[in-house]
């Protein structure tokens, strides 16, 4: 139980142009999604916090209107790069928590985007 | 501030040897969570083990146990019989009972060596 799963693995875009990466809890319901970056050989550093049918809380630093966060169900959450730059590429992670599963993160895994 | 460290950046133990992980963390509060992830070179984060902080005893998985030390703010984890799948970063997190937000220390890089 407790299967997060992320799409897509891997994304390969241009400079300037958007990119979706969603987040999806399989067997459980979601209340509570997170999104991570993650450099290499580094810690993973929290994004923003996003609760179902309402808006994320970002961390200090992080754009919200370039990393668009979207929770519309108790199953997905949706993190989208606008206007993507080589500087974006990275390694984005998701986790949620719900239901019985409401006080321990299960993590998607992964996702790798990089920008030419 | 919740912090979370792990002062070990890299550390290596022969196969079926035992090895420990170490992580202090610094809180005021009294009721929290502690958690090990695994993050192999698939870089998927799995949850090792996790314990409560009301739970005295130490929580134990198979191959992995912890010495959580709460007067101390210790929580280091231990593998026995170390195997190679055992290669991987590990994480060391704190919750708190009554939020959401997890805080990470800085990674250990752990080499099982055949």
């Known amino acids: 139980g407790a299967v997060v799963s992320q799409h897509p693995s891997w994304v390969i875009c241009k400079s300037g142009t958007s990119v979706k990466i969603e987040c999806r809890s399989l067997?459980?319901?979601?209340?509570?999604m997170f999104w991570y970056r993650q450099f290499p050989k580094q810690s993973l550093m929290l994004m923003a916090t996003?609760?179902?049918?309402?808006?994320?809380?970002?961390e200090q630093g992080v754009e919200k209107d370039k990393f668009l966060i979207n929770h519309a169900s108790l199953t997905l959450s949706t993190l989208t790069v606008t206007s993507a730059h080589p500087e974006d590429s990275s390694f984005y992670i998701c986790?949620?928590?719900?239901?019985?599963?409401?006080?321990?993160?299960?993590f998607g895994p992964g996702t790798r985007l990089t920008v030419l | 501030a919740q912090t979370v460290t792990q002062s070990q950046p890299e550390m290596s133990v022969q196969e079926a040897e035992t090895v420990t992980l170490s992580c202090t963390y610094d809180?005021?509060?009294?009721?929290?969570?502690l958690f090990w992830y695994k993050q192999p070179p698939s870089r998927q984060m799995i949850l090792v083990i996790r314990?409560?902080?009301?739970?005295?005893q130490n929580a134990t998985e198979n191959r992995f146990s912890v010495n959580f030390q709460k007067a101390a703010k210790s929580f280091s984890l231990k593998i026995s019989d170390s195997q190679l799948g055992d290669t991987a970063m590990y994480f060391c997190?704190?919750?708190?009972?009554?939020?959401?937000?997890?805080?990470f220390g800085t990674g250990t890089s752990l080499t099982v060596i055949p």
């Open positions: 986790s949620a928590t719900g239901g019985g599963a409401a006080d321990t993160q299960y």
């Open positions: 067997d459980f319901q979601a209340t509570t």
């Open positions: 996003s609760n179902e049918g309402s808006k994320a809380t970002y």
């Open positions: 809180t005021s509060e009294n009721n929290y969570y």
């Open positions: 314990q409560e902080a009301y739970k005295q």
């Open positions: 997190a704190f919750m708190e009972h009554t939020g959401n937000q997890f805080y």
